[in-house]
């Protein structure tokens, strides 16, 4: 008897052999049934080795209760006397709930335990045949197949196989579970088996000789009329067999169920036949098929039915997976299913996925898959289908790093470890690592991590997570790397053959340029090429993810010329993680933003500032443009210190452009175009307008000095007005003077006119710079008229000779640089003309729908596609700018949100105002701010402006990566396109033409 308050020795021992509930433990400890071994110091050693002793202890209770005496009696000296048994039953138990439950139901099952022999360690598909010998039913097969289970299991926990021989073994298993239940079919259907050739073919893990615990068996179903049959009437009575065979492992019975058969891998999935023949398979891969299929079909084995029929299969197809590789968009599509897999986990599982997570089981088996099919065209040692030996041979042909591929190898068997752990527990299909302290501590005992084994399995899990993440990328750049190093002699690299398969395959349209690249960028032992060589892998990936690889490489050498030997751009790249991500984007986008950084390299620097890609306002723009102007000896020096002001920023604009639309590893793409679309039209506004004013200030002081005889202000037109430039965007402008007092108003003109003609000169000087031009084609009187105009002149020609599209031209007027006074009376000037008290009236309303009418049949470019033009085709900028006008024109007298000179806030505030219903006005939106959005693309990717898609193949794939788009997806982003401004053409139709204004 126990006395209270003090613990028993069996206590304390239960709690040292590390039981959790000592207490519970003596209970069980105290079952008549256990008498004949309560008191063996052996039996308690092994409960101690177990991963959960308190589970283990429990179990083994129930499995002896469950005996009768005769056959308990066996069990427990057989426990007592052999070591190999006591291991087994205990370390099945500590480790499995689930087969516990299935030994306390079947309590003869343990029998399966007790062998130990040579033929028992490594059994295959004839041994587990064997085991499931005579199971004619459903049930049957249920109990014999968790008999074979068992084994399995004892060996694996036991340690007496490894992972990778456990993995082969369930596969062998449910290959001996399929063609048993193949033949229960068969058995049930005598006249549908007669009937026609089956054959199952394995995919996936089954198929790899890589099966976990508790996962879908992927199969594949081929059929043959058997002789004399009629192929219709073949081909349903497989189905029939086939189906069957899926519903005899699937479905649940008093015993559970085994797995679940999925066919889903099928030609054209769930929506595709359940059984094709041959010919049919092939017909569909040679035409339908997209890369994931074949990357699927590496692992096809054929397990069950008809022997002949599935090696054909197999051979018929696998050609065709080893040519997989020359499909275009082929890395892209790999990596684009790979992300699609990342995007579904929720949120909260991330962290916790050991098989789809960043750093997870699929990380390596991608990564391993994407290699084998770009060099397994011309090495057939790489023909496997199982993960770890494929690693094996990569390796071995020098395809990935030999120390690369042991890290690998040693992480992916590790995380598969725990897979197997976590769902032997319960034998239920689950990737997630668990939160629950007992389940982790299980786990961990499981693995071998007996002290503190939470703290370290979780700091091994990481450990070797972050392995692969880091090696997910490396593991397919770095033998390019050493493709072109001066290895040690006898050290195994690519060849010049497979290092061009592997970049054609990566999207590089010229391979041996981008081999050259490399070698200059990494050879040497400089500190410059040893810091390259640990960027480029990453950089390598990168480019790769981009619609232009060689244009991304090219440049990045050029920068890397220009600023290599610089300290600071090293360690930028080094040790600011983003910088390196960001100039990679930057540099294989298009031609614009390389073209502004190459103009100037040190501009990288912008890229490693958390703030750097912020555009800056326009008070700081036009503060450091005329300080700039003024440190200038002349007038050209001024205005090219403002270009190079403005050179700067516009590449800070491009460079945050493409972030925000692309997005890195660590800060996703921006979700609102809009809001993208709004802060490139206030930047290049803002830095026009600022390039603008230090060309006013040159252009005053070289003749005049501070002090213009005239005041002078510039007003904004159109875009520029709008503050909705796009980078190829001229500034339209008008020019406003009105004479200082004492000043001849002639004399006034004529400087006013030279300060002119002097600003547009300066601006127009030939230079490396992006150009900047003016135009006031927007004036009184157009190109016949004066360039400047006093205030009265203004006042007098809007008074007596001013028309209509002259108003709407003027809704967009705002002061962008010069006297700000006179630009503000300029302004309260023209708002009568702009926002007509009373609104327009009919005649007016039809002049402007008549000019407009006439704009889009005279001014759209011959041969233009119109539902593809953005600025004057269907739907487009020009279709909803003349319609929010319209309705500023009519309504802004009374409406204060009105009077903007931006076509979106003019479009929210009449929205808000009830002047138009939400769809309506969203769509109007979202057609603008597309139009817009692709209009910058263009000049991105091309380097100079366009109004409509381009047509060479590769700019056109660009613009669609900056929209959004993945690759070989262009044939959507132009559907869509057409599909959101033909909606917003109805709209203006509707609104703009109709009657509902």
Request: glycine content about 8%; hydrophobic content about 45%.
């Amino acid at each position: 008897m126990t006395v209270p308050g003090r613990r028993s020795s069996t206590f304390t021992r239960l709690l040292r052999h590390g039981f959790t509930d000592p207490s519970a433990a003596e209970q069980l400890l105290e079952t008549p049934e256990l008498g004949p071994v309560r008191d063996d110091p052996v039996l308690l050693d092994a409960l101690g080795a177990t991963a959960d002793p308190d589970l283990a202890l429990l179990g083994l209770v129930r499995v002896v209760e469950a005996q009768d005496a005769d056959e308990r009696r066996t069990l427990l000296d057989t426990l007592a006397t052999a070591k190999p048994l006591r291991d087994r039953l205990l370390g099945v138990l500590g480790a499995s709930e689930a087969l516990g439950d299935h030994l306390a139901r079947h309590p003869h099952d343990w029998h399966a335990l007790v062998t130990y022999e040579a033929a028992d360690l490594h059994p295959g598909v004839a041994e587990f045949e064997r085991g499931l010998a005579g199971a004619t039913d459903p049930v049957a097969l249920r109990i014999a197949y968790r008999r074979c289970l068992l084994a399995i299991a004892a060996r694996d926990v036991c340690g007496t196989t490894d992972v990778a021989e456990a993995a082969a073994e369930l596969a062998d298993l449910a290959t001996a579970t399929l063609r048993a239940a193949l033949a229960i079919a068969r058995a049930e259907a005598p006249a549908d088996a007669s009937q026609c050739r089956l054959a199952v073919i394995a995919m996936g893990k089954c198929g790899g000789h890589e099966l976990n615990y508790v996962s879908d068996v992927d199969v594949i179903f081929v059929a043959e009329p058997a002789d004399g049959f009629d192929e219709g009437k073949a081909m349903q009575a497989a189905g029939r067999l086939a189906a069957h065979l899926m519903r005899i492992c699937s479905e649940t019975t008093v015993e559970g169920v085994i797995w679940p058969v999925d066919a889903n891998l099928r030609p054209e999935g769930r929506n595709g036949p359940l059984v094709r023949t041959l010919s049919s398979h092939l017909a569909y891969y040679q035409r339908w098929a997209k890369t994931w299929e074949f990357q699927a079909l590496l692992k096809a084995r054929p397990v069950a039915g008809d022997p002949e029929l599935g090696r054909a299969y197999v051979e018929a197809v696998s050609p065709l997976v080893w040519q997989a590789a020359d499909r275009d968009n082929f890395v892209a599509d790999v990596q684009k299913m790979r992300r699609r897999v990342i995007d579904n986990i929720p949120a909260a599982q991330v962290e916790r996925e050991l098989k789809l997570g960043p750093g997870g089981l699929r990380d390596v088996e991608f990564a391993v898959q994407l290699l084998q099919l770009v060099h397994g065209r011309s090495d057939a040692t790489l023909h496997s289908g199982t993960t770890l030996d494929a690693l094996a041979a990569l390796a071995a042909g020098g395809y990935v790093g030999r120390a690369d591929a042991a890290q690998l190898d040693a992480a992916y068997r590790f995380l598969r470890a725990m897979e197997h752990r976590i769902q032997l527990y319960r034998l239920r299909r689950t990737h997630l690592v668990p939160e629950d302290e007992a389940d982790l501590r299980r786990l961990g005992r499981s693995l071998g991590l007996r002290t503190e084994p939470v703290v370290s399995l979780t700091k091994e899990w990481k450990r070797h997570a972050s392995v692969v993440r880091r090696l997910h990328e490396k593991l397919f750049y770095r033998p390019l790397l050493d493709a072109v190093a001066q290895l040690a002699p006898g050290e195994t690299r690519l060849s010049p053959r497979a290092a061009a398969h592997r970049l054609e395959a990566l999207g590089y349209a010229d391979p041996a340029a981008a081999l050259r690249h490399l070698e200059a960028l990494s050879s040497g032992v400089s500190r410059k090429a040893a810091i390259q060589r640990t960027l480029l892998p990453v950089l390598l990936g990168w480019f790769a993810d981009s619609a232009d690889p060689d244009a991304g490489l090219l440049g990045f050498r050029k920068v890397s010329d220009a600023l290599g030997k610089t300290p600071w751009y090293l360690r930028l790249l080094r040790d600011e993680g983003a910088a390196a991500e960001n100039l990679a984007r930057v540099l294989s986008a298009g031609r614009l933003a390389p073209d502004l950084l190459l103009r100037a390299p040190e501009a990288v620097a912008i890229l490693g500032d958390p703030d750097g890609l912020v555009p800056r306002g326009r008070a700081h723009l036009e503060q450091e443009v005329l300080a700039a102007v003024g440190r200038a000896e002349s007038a050209e020096g001024a205005v090219a210190a403002a270009r190079g002001v403005r050179r700067r920023e516009l590449f800070r604009t491009t460079a945050g452009d493409l972030i925000g639309s692309y997005g890195t590893e660590d800060s996703p793409a921006e979700e609102d175009p809009g809001a993208l679309v709004d802060r490139v039209g206030n930047a290049v506004t803002d830095l026009n307008a600022a390039t603008i004013a230090g060309a006013l200030r040159a252009a005053v002081r070289a003749e005049w000095g501070e002090t213009l005889p005239t005041r002078f202000t510039v007003i904004g037109m159109g875009r520029f007005g709008g503050h909705e430039l796009s980078y190829g965007s001229d500034a339209d402008v008008l020019f406003v003077h009105e004479p200082r007092e004492g000043v001849d108003e002639q004399e006034a003109a004529r400087a006013a006119g030279r300060v002119v003609a002097e600003m547009r000169r300066l601006l127009q000087l030939p230079t490396a710079e992006p150009p900047l031009l003016i135009d006031a084609d927007l004036r009184p009187e157009g190109k016949s008229g004066p360039m400047a105009r006093t205030l009265g002149s203004y006042e007098a020609y809007y008074r007596r000779w001013s028309l209509v599209w002259e108003s709407q031209a003027l809704l967009r007027a705002e002061v962008m640089a010069g006297d700000t006074e006179l630009g503000a009376r300029f302004i309260e000037l023209i708002d009568p003309l702009r926002y007509p008290v009373g609104g327009l009236n009919d005649e007016a309303v039809r002049e402007i729908r008549r000019l407009k009418a006439r704009m889009e049949s005279e001014r759209m470019p011959r041969g233009a596609d119109p539902t593809l033009h953005t600025k004057l085709g269907r739907g487009g900028l020009s279709d909803v700018e003349w319609t929010v006008q319209l309705l500023q024109m009519r309504h802004g007298w009374e409406l204060p949100g009105l009077r903007t000179t931006r076509t979106r806030s003019a479009l929210a505030a009449a929205h808000a105002a009830g002047l138009i219903d939400t769809e309506a006005a969203s769509i109007l939106d979202e057609a603008w701010v597309l139009a817009t959005r692709v209009r910058n693309g263009v000049m991105l990717v091309r380097g100079r402006a366009g109004d409509t898609f381009p047509s060479d193949g590769r700019e056109l794939a660009a613009v669609g990566r900056y929209l959004g788009y993945e690759p070989g997806h262009v044939g959507d982003m132009l559907e869509d396109y057409r599909r959101l401004t033909r909606r917003a053409r109805g709209i203006v139709e509707e609104l703009f033409y109709g009657a509902h204004l």
